[in-house]
């Protein structure tokens, strides 16, 4: 299934099909309360596509936890960077990974949770254009896959979790209730990401953020552990053509059918 509400013809958008949208839609005005059965949510996609700008709004809005675990690998390339740990060294990827402790804490100022490496903040670091990069080569990587994967898996145990990644729907929760797939053309989430890192006085010109893309798509689709691919059982949203609120509309209607309905 392929929900795009832009790939609707004027006529279709026009008919008393979109009331039925509009009356789906609704359904996210209703505030979920402790009462109600929890779930986990599983958002994967390309880079840049928007996954974690939106899973953090669906969580917040659930009152879930959001996990973003890109930022895991992110923080992992970061030590790894910092202490030269080859990547070819198998030993000295195992030591690093014994070294490495990540947590995630509420940000009160900015009400997000934020990543910490072995304590340290490391939110800002780990965005910059170095960590990305390096972080595809470090995420392909068997053990840091299986350890990531662990630690992802035990977050999320007691359900309300909204995590965003590359193999959450078919590694780290194949049995999410509710599994998204997010696409969007490459020049469009290029444009997004260098925007992104212009807000944090980072210019990157245009070519070279569409290069990173097509990288680390290329790595994150092709490695053998964990590769990007659509559970069979997830739902494909394209963002190409429509808003930031619409996406997080269209996932939250979904999110609160299955909370209310299953
Ligand atoms: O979501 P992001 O762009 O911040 O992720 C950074 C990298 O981490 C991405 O290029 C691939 C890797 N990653 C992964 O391999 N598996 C995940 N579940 C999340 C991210």
Do not use: W
């Not at 909204?162 to 053309?185: C, E, N, Q, S, Y």
């Not at 944090?200 to 290069?211: A, F, S, T, Y």
């Not at 494909?236 to 930031?244: G, K, L």
């Amino acid at each position: 299934m392929c929900v795009n509400p832009k790939s609707m013809g004027k006529e279709a958008r026009n008919s008393p099909k979109k009331d039925l949208c509009l009356v789906q839609l609704r359904i996210v005005n209703i505030p979920s309360t402790d009462l109600m059965k929890k779930i986990n949510i599983a958002i994967d996609g390309y880079s840049s596509c928007g996954k974690s700008s939106t899973a953090k709004v669906i969580a917040k809005h659930l009152g879930y936890a959001y996990i973003d675990t890109g930022a895991m690998y992110r923080a992992v390339t970061l030590y790894f960077l910092e202490h030269y740990v080859s990547l070819s060294d198998a030993h000295a990827v195992h030591k690093a990974l014994q070294e490495i402790e990540l947590k995630f804490m509420l940000n009160p100022k900015s009400n997000n949770s934020e990543i910490y490496l072995n304590g340290l903040n490391v939110e800002q670091e780990i965005r910059k254009m170095y960590i990305s990069e390096n972080v595809s080569e470090v995420s392909a990587i068997v053990e840091i896959r299986k350890d990531m994967v662990a630690q992802q898996q035990r977050m999320g145990r007691k359900l309300g979790v909204v995590m965003d990644g590359r193999d959450i729907g078919t590694m780290v929760f194949p049995d999410a209730d509710l599994k998204i797939f997010m696409t969007a053309d490459v020049t469009v989430r290029a444009e997004r990401r260098q925007k992104e890192l212009l807000e944090k006085e980072e210019l990157v010109e245009i070519q070279k953020v569409i290069d990173n893309l097509k990288h680390r798509d290329h790595i994150d689709t092709n490695r053998t552990e964990g590769p990007l691919r659509k559970a069979e059982d997830a739902l494909e949203i394209d963002t190409t053509f429509i808003t930031f609120d619409e996406q997080v509309d269209i996932i939250l209607s979904l999110a609160m059918s299955k909370i209310l309905l299953n």
